[in-house]
């Protein structure tokens, strides 16, 4: 089975900075594209960042200067990087990944969720 487990999340003030590591580990082949998402009390989740293997990138705009995205693929982990820290970036932040994974004899891809790590930027 894969499983992805977060660290990082805490207590930050606003312009300070965090950063976030998802580490995957199972029966893994291979991670196509890697992602973190967040989600607010009351909101929808959505994507805040995503990574190819390859290292294409793509962020929702309202973090695109602040924050930045990169992976270790050696090492099957994905981080995030968040400078200049708003209370709007106040979440819980998943992090996602595209697994192909063995199971018996059989290659199967799907998605996976990590459990979350609380981001809570405050004065």
């Known amino acids: 089975q894969v499983q992805l487990v977060e660290s990082g999340g805490g207590l930050v003030q606003p312009g300070g900075s965090l950063r976030l590591s998802c580490t995957v580990s199972g029966n893994i082949f291979s991670i196509n594209g890697m992602g973190w998402y967040r989600q607010s009390p009351g909101k929808q989740r959505e994507l805040v960042a995503d990574i190819a293997r390859e290292g294409r990138t793509n962020y929702v705009e309202s973090v695109k200067g602040r924050f930045t995205i990169s992976r270790d693929n050696a090492k099957n982990m994905v981080y995030l990087q968040m400078n200049y820290l708003a209370p709007e970036d106040t979440a819980v932040y998943y992090c996602?990944?595209?697994?192909?994974?063995?199971?018996?004899?059989?290659?199967?891809?799907?998605?996976?969720w990590g459990e979350g790590t609380l981001v809570t930027v405050s004065s």
């Open positions: 996602n990944a595209d697994v192909t994974y063995i199971q018996g004899d059989q290659l199967h891809g799907m998605d996976f």
